[in-house]
Every structure is written in C-alpha cells, then in structure tokens.
C-alpha cells in the first residue's frame, strides 16, 4: 500500500520569503501523479499543484513550484514571495493511475508572519 | 458552476444512532469519493464511486458505508456511532475515471459530532 509522510507538522516564514514543505512516499508503481492541497481555515481544499510522474520537468504555478525527486520519491513545494493568504493546511497527495485511489499525508499547518 | 456541496453542514448525533450524509458533485463529474479528516488521523480515504460502482475501499468498520446515486450524488452512511466517529467527513469529486488521475475538488465537509 502507498504511503505519504509530511514530516514538518508546523511551519512558519515571514511574509515575502520563500519556505519549503517537505513530502515523501513510498510506493512499486511507476505510473501515479502527485498533488499539493491547501486547506486555508474553515474553508473548501483547493489544489495548488499537480505534477505526473513520468514527467521529468517540475511543475509550476505562479509562486508555487516543486522538487520532485522520483528515485529518491521525494515531492517537496516551495512557495516564493509568501503572501498572508497562504497561511492553511498543506496536504501533500499520491493517486494511483491503476488503482484510482488517493492517499494523503497528514498535513503540515503554515503560518505566515506579517 | 457550482461547486461540491455537502448536506448537512453540521450535526450532531449519539452514540448508537446512525447518520446519513450526501453529497452533489460538480455537474459533469462521476467520481465521488469520500474522506474522514480528524486532527489526530489526518485525512483518511474511506471511499470512491465511479458510475455508481464503489471502486475503491479504505480501512474502515462495515459501520462506514455508501453508495452512488445514476446522476453521481452519492450518499454515505454511518451506524452504531461511537464516539470517535466524531469528525469532519469530506467528499471530492472529480471528472476522472478510473485510470485517469484527476484533481479532486472537495466540498465543505459535513462535521459530525458524537456525544
């Protein structure tokens, strides 16, 4: 079974600088996609990033980018230029090609500080 | 186009009682799928429809069930509520078929509360 890991439960930057929140999985299949939620507080998740996994090239949307690692199953975001509105939950997600089903990790809480 | 909508919002139930909660996905998506998200757990995937098929099921007690309605609604059911049922119950949807991975787009959650 597929297994997503957030190992930094809380993070905090100031408002303007970059941070990174880290990801890993572990999984045998070689075709999946990866995604990045956000959870802002009391509101709907929304997707910030989508990368496939037979892609080589990184995503990047706007001040949102990632690392992905495929071999070392490494999927980390880095947001640029944090803004207060980035401040949520983080939820780092793997889907299965084959098997449809998504898996979550538990999530990383961001703080930005003005 | 409206989003994912959840009914209802919040409830409040006891232990021993059995709850029903629905879900309308974004019109034109078929698959529905269905999360638990507590602060301990995090987001736990309790399951997916497709067409009105369960294609995917998380480890959860036979208490946890649900199915999908022909226009994509989808319904789950929880009964004998135990206390640690209490939590927010999320439900995306997504044009994706099996096969095809999609972006979820989640509703606001129903917040089930056992006392």
């Known amino acids: 079974a597929q297994t997503v890991t957030q190992s930094q439960p809380e993070m905090s930057v100031q408002e303007a600088e970059t941070v990174t929140l880290s990801c890993t999985y572990d999984t045998s299949e070689s075709d999946y996609y990866l995604f990045w939620y956000k959870q802002p507080p009391s509101r709907q998740m929304i997707l910030v990033i989508r990368q496939e996994a037979y892609k080589q090239q990184n995503a990047t949307e706007n001040r949102f980018s990632v690392n992905f690692q495929k071999a070392a199953k490494s999927f980390s975001l880095k947001i640029s230029d944090s803004q207060l509105g980035d401040a949520a939950m983080y939820f780092c997600?793997?889907?299965?090609?084959?098997?449809?089903?998504?898996?979550f990790g538990d999530g990383t809480t961001l703080t930005v500080k003005p | 186009k409206a989003g994912v909508t959840q009914t209802p919002r919040y409830l409040i139930k006891t232990r021993g009682q059995q709850v029903t909660l629905s879900c309308s996905p974004i019109?034109?998506?078929?698959?529905v799928s269905w999360y638990q998200q507590t602060p301990g757990q995090g987001l736990q995937f309790l399951f997916e429809y497709f067409s009105e098929t369960q294609r995917n099921k998380g480890n959860f007690p036979g208490r946890f069930s649900g199915r999908q309605f022909s226009n994509s609604r989808s319904e789950m059911n929880v009964s004998t509520l135990e206390l640690g049922d209490s939590a927010l119950y999320l439900c995306?949807?997504?044009?994706?078929?099996?096969?095809?991975?999609?972006?979820?787009?989640f509703g606001e959650g129903s917040r089930l509360t056992v006392l």
């Open positions: 995306a949807s997504s044009l994706a078929a099996p096969l095809v991975a999609g972006e979820l787009f």
């Open positions: 019109s034109g998506h078929r698959s």
């Open positions: 997600a793997y889907r299965s090609r084959a098997a449809g089903k998504s898996t």
